[in-house]
């Protein structure tokens, strides 16, 4: 009987996991090292990296067009401000003039204008447009700039007397076009965040050794206008973030004790979030705002360098040789073992589903009776009795707390007369 019920359960399982998807490589035309994805919504997006090769999308990464090649160029960064307005970085480290690019398209991608940044044989990190016209490059070795018409010519933005804030930037974020946040650092000295609030003329040290570990920071995710996660480390020293809640004026440090680092984060939603860890072909796992974190595989162990989620239900992400991943998340359906159960009847999907550690479960009656929600290990051993009991018809909820229980798969088993559903679901610690 027990045997009966395991298989009854694996299969059922198996079922389940095909209606909901994660992350699944997808067709590239590239065998490049890919560095810079973005999506300005579920379909179009375009793809950056190695020999200045960037390639769009306009069908969800089902089929793709190169819409530029340029072998003396490495693109670094991309990013679009609508569907046509498109500003990449690249360096040339190959051929003469040394130092960086900027790319400029404003018909979606059709057609790219590279022009040399003349800011010297300097290196650009990153580079963040609010406009068409105002924009900010930062990169090594230690340069911070602003341009206020487009990129023909830049200045300094003005840094405070701080001894750390000549450092390297990384990234650059704004809030909106008034307050934003830079971060970077230099490896076995210190992580810096920089603060702006007059639109990027004027940066603030609002982190540096005083309160930061000695690792670079590479990856800024702003929730709102108070609250801001900041995510950094290196190879020995591990993976570690900080966040603030009051806008920046305090910030909370957290060391992973996950050996290397991030180099990119982005959210599908407000609470889960996923940030690529490079060589280590892992992902940096969170669903409750970025307040704890776990590792999950990449699919096939890949090399994942950026990513980037469009809207709650896909995600993108790329990374050498290449690769293109798709993250597509669709609501399970119902899943029945009976064929002359009543429809009314249902087991709805956990919610957050992956959880850390407290999740819901809801289900509906459409007639009294006794009724079981049991939890069960992917290999069928019960794990607790959730509700075992007399119920009227009606809607209801409990809640599942895995405090106690290892990350992984666990099944849930409702069983109501004759109507029975297993569902699944993902504790991550």
Known sequence: MKKTFLFYLLATFTISANAQNFWEKIDSPTSKRLTSVVFIDSLNGWVAGDSGIIIHTSNGGNNWETQYNNDSL?????????????????????????????LKTTDGGMSWN?????????????????????????GYPGFFLRTSDGGDSWRPVTRDSSVFAGYPPYKIKFYNKTYGYACGGVRDVTGVIWRTSDGGFSWDTVIDTSSAPPEPLFAIQIFDSLNVLVMGGDPEYGASTLRTTDAGNFWTYNALGILWYPVEVGFRTTAEGWAPMGPKRVFLYTSDYGENWSLLPTPDSTYVTNISFPDSSHGYAVGINGTIIKYTYQKPNEIITNTGEIESFNLAQNFPNPFNPVTSISYRLSSAGIVSIKVYSILGKEVTSLVNEYKPAGSYRVEFNGSDLASGVYLYRMQAGEYSTVRKMTLVK
């Not at 490495?74 to 040394?98: C, H, K, M, R, W």
């Not at 040399?116 to 490059?137: Q, T």
């Open 74 to 102: 490495s693109i670094v960064n991309l990013s679009f401000l609508n569907d046509q307005d498109g500003i990449a970085s690249a360096t040339s480290s190959l051929y003469e003039p040394y130092g960086s690019f900027l």
């Open 114 to 138: 590279a022009e040399y940044m003349r800011i010297g044989e300097v290196f650009v990190n990153y580079v963040y447009f609010l406009d068409s016209l105002n924009g900010f490059a930062a």
